[in-house]
């Protein structure tokens, strides 16, 4: 977001700090446990409030692995950077079952699997094969050759252990258990050196001179940092959820189809949430910074939802939008500002920060406070 002259003269406070996060959505107060949890003094600030932006806005699918089939994402990354690649999801989710076990049923939660799910024949090929290749890898999962909800699909890989959350109750609990404190309403416009080896932050409310900055922005990130802008963009989702439905709880899983591009879940209330649409209506979504929805993806899904969900009835009861960041090779990217000492950032989540951003959030305090390479999300490989 850009900030007025008239809104900051340059006349505000300044104020010390000593970890500062840019960023109070779920990565940013990932990263405020791991560093209050290695002995700082954490400051969140936020243009908005906590976990307002793309994470509470999205499913809340705590699904294993990437975003592309496993068998692509070898082809695509090479088998050294997949495995650990999967491994820093296992270590996200091993993470975030703490917290939510921490927090003693302040954030709902369903153990219901996941299913991936063939829109086609052309799929159900592709799914095999991934299924195979995970086989081969020893990853848990269970290949369906025909649709275990028959709804229409072509096939399904199961992966059991995965589960659905409420993700704005979790963002909420990683906060409360870092102990952070939280500057909301407080937009920063740039980051700069300071004094003694501080990073100088410049936000609306004050000049905050802190030891240590590392920005969370995810898919606003770029307005902040432009050297990001050629390796990352936001990316708009949107979504819907029906009235409770007569007949309760309509699927008990949640997941993907057509290759990730649409999503479905039962909430905690018996209602059915789906989203997507981005396939259908990339000129729409892509480079969007807004959170207002349109009618073209949402009459995509609709008509998704009549397709696969003829005997629901109920009414679409609320529509909305978010802005993720995705990154020009789909992997996250961690590293440090250049030319600026002890400030980095941890951003570009492609849709899967429940299932990458923990764990990312954890290498990028250690990048910063104790000088820990951050492996394949690097964004040495990029920059």
């Known amino acids: 977001m850009s900030v007025s002259f008239w809104q900051a003269d340059g006349e505000q406070p300044v104020r010390e700090v000593d970890f500062l996060i840019i960023g109070a959505g779920l990565v940013g107060c990932a990263a405020a446990l791991f560093a209050a949890n290695a002995g700082r003094q954490v400051t969140i600030t936020d243009a908005r409030d906590l976990g307002l932006g793309a994470s509470s806005r999205n499913a809340g699918f705590m699904i294993t692995g990437l975003d592309s089939y496993y068998h692509r994402a070898l082809e695509r990354y090479g088998p050294a950077v997949v495995r650990e690649m999967w491994g820093l999801s296992e270590t996200t989710h091993r993470h975030l079952h703490h917290v939510i076990d921490a927090a003693d049923g302040a954030v709902q939660r369903q153990r219901c699997g996941s299913l991936l799910l063939a829109e086609s024949e052309d799929e159900a090929r592709d799914l095999e094969m991934a299924a195979r290749a995970m086989d081969a890898d020893g990853i848990e999962q269970q290949f369906h050759a025909r649709d275990p909800l028959r709804r229409g699909f072509h096939a399904a890989i199961e992966q059991a252990r995965d589960e659905a959350i409420q993700p704005y109750e979790l963002v909420q609990a990683l906060f409360q258990q870092s102990g952070a404190e939280l500057l909301p309403g407080n937009e920063v416009w740039r980051i700069g ?34 050297q990001l802008a050629r390796h990352m963009g936001p990316v708009r989702g949107q979504a819907l959820v029906t009235a409770p ?52 993806v949402q009459r995509t899904l609709e008509a998704w939802l009549h397709r696969r969900f003829p005997d629901v009835d109920a009414p679409v009861e609320r529509r909305w939008a978010g802005v993720m960041g995705f990154t020009s090779d789909g992997l996250p990217l961690v590293g440090r500002l250049p030319g600026v000492d002890n400030a980095g950032f941890a951003v570009g989540f492609n849709g899967h920060g429940l299932s990458l951003g923990a764990g990312t959030a954890e290498r990028a305090v250690d990048l910063l406070l104790h000088d820990r390479h951050p492996g394949a999300v690097s964004a040495e490989r990029l920059l």
């Open 245 to 296: 439905l007569r007949q309760g709880p309509l699927l008990g899983t949640c997941g993907y189809s057509d290759y990730g591009n649409m999503y479905y879940r039962d909430t905690f209330d018996g209602r059915l949430l789906l989203g997507g649409g981005r396939r259908q209506n990339r000129w729409l979504e892509h480079n969007r910074l807004d959170e207002r929805i349109s009618d073209p």
């Open 193 to 226: 050196n300071g004094c003694g080896g501080r990073v100088r932050v410049f936000s609306r409310l004050a000049i905050l001179e802190a030891r240590y900055v590392l920005v969370c922005t995810n898919g606003w990130s770029a307005t902040l940092l432009p």
